[in-house]
């Protein structure tokens, strides 16, 4: 029970963490800019004045992809950092 406990408080000071780090990710050749929490949180996103002359069309599916590639890389740092707590308990479905 000690245990289990000891994790809920580690994963309830590792969401803490997660809502507040922030990684940076870049598609188009730097053309976009998206940071994102590890909890999925879009904070900003920013794009090079000269990459919106380009075709509309170009530029939804760049910004488009460089989201869900945001999105993808803080759920895999996301559950890699869970994984890191949970790896010594047997919690089927949980993650």
């Not at 000690?2 to 990684?23: D, P, R, Y």
């Not at 800019?33 to 075709?55: G, M, N, V, Y």
Request: net charge negative; glycine share 8%.
């Amino acid at each position: 029970m000690k245990q289990a406990a000891k994790m809920q408080q580690q994963l309830q000071t590792l969401q803490e963490e997660m809502g507040q780090t922030e990684i940076e990710v870049s598609g188009g050749g730097g053309a976009v800019q998206i940071k994102i929490t590890l909890q999925q949180e879009i904070k900003s996103i920013s794009l090079d004045p000269d990459f919106l002359k380009e075709d509309k069309q170009l530029v939804e599916e760049t910004l488009t992809e460089a989201v869900r590639e945001a999105v993808s890389r803080s759920k895999s740092i996301s559950e890699e950092k869970m994984n890191e707590i949970t790896s010594g308990f047997n919690l089927p479905g949980m993650f």
